[in-house]
């Protein structure tokens, strides 16, 4: 099994609640240092693309 390399977000300052982000070759898998569960979201390259162009398009100025 691999171990994924995960990399804290830049947006992310003191605190738990910090998003962490690992890739392997087709897939990405995120997760939030503050989730007791550990839950970890894994999508693949285009899926998470998509999310992230309908987050931007949504966000306020």
């Given at each position: 099994m691999h171990t994924?390399?995960?990399r804290k977000s830049s947006y992310c300052?003191?605190?738990d609640a910090c998003v962490h982000i690992?890739?392997?070759p087709d897939t990405i898998h995120l997760t939030e240092s503050a989730?007791?569960?550990q839950t970890i979201l894994s999508?693949?390259?285009t899926a998470f693309g998509a999310l992230l162009r309908a987050?931007?398009?949504n966000?306020?100025?």
């Open positions: 994924l390399d995960w300052q003191t605190g690992a890739t392997t989730d007791p569960t999508a693949a390259p987050l931007k398009q966000s306020p100025a």
